[in-house]
Nanobody, 125 residues
Framework: QLQLVESGGGLVQPGGSLRLSCAASGFTLDYYAIGWFRQAPGKEREGVSCISSSGGSTNYADSVKGRFTISRDNAKNTVYLQMSSLKPEETAVYYC??????????????????WGQGTQVTVSS
């Protein structure tokens, strides 16, 4: 069974940090671009960051540039999203996704074939 599983979410104070993980089972991530998305209640899903299959290219939403870092360890079949200086408005369910579409489309949800179930990130004091 092909599956992506996110972990690492939780409650963090404003200005704090979290590292999310996205682990694949049933298939190898080696050939897939990976995207991180988030969706807050009542809002549309937003592309946060993405990384090419080799890890050589990354892309970030303007709102997270300089604060979030995406990385991957293909040997562990896992992708990470390191988040720092978190803000209350970034409270959302964070999802990872895997896809084979062109990397220039990597922040579009339609570029992805497999999705995780999401992990809740709550930024609050």
């Amino acid at each position: 069974q092909l599956q992506l599983v996110e972990s690492g979410g939780g409650l963090v104070q404003p200005g704090g940090s979290l590292r999310l993980s996205c682990a694949a089972s049933g298939f190898t991530l080696d050939y897939y671009a990976i995207g991180w998305f988030r969706q807050a209640p009542g809002k549309e899903r937003e592309g946060v960051s993405c990384i090419s299959s080799s890890g050589g290219s990354t892309n970030y939403a303007d709102s997270v540039k300089g604060r979030f870092t995406i990385s991957r360890d293909n040997a562990k079949n896992t992708v990470y999203l390191q988040m720092s200086s978190l803000k209350p408005e970034e409270t959302a369910v964070y999802y990872c996704a895997a896809g084979l579409a062109a990397f220039r489309l990597c922040r579009l949800s339609s570029s992805y074939d497999y999705w995780g179930q999401g992990t809740q990130v709550t930024v609050s004091s």
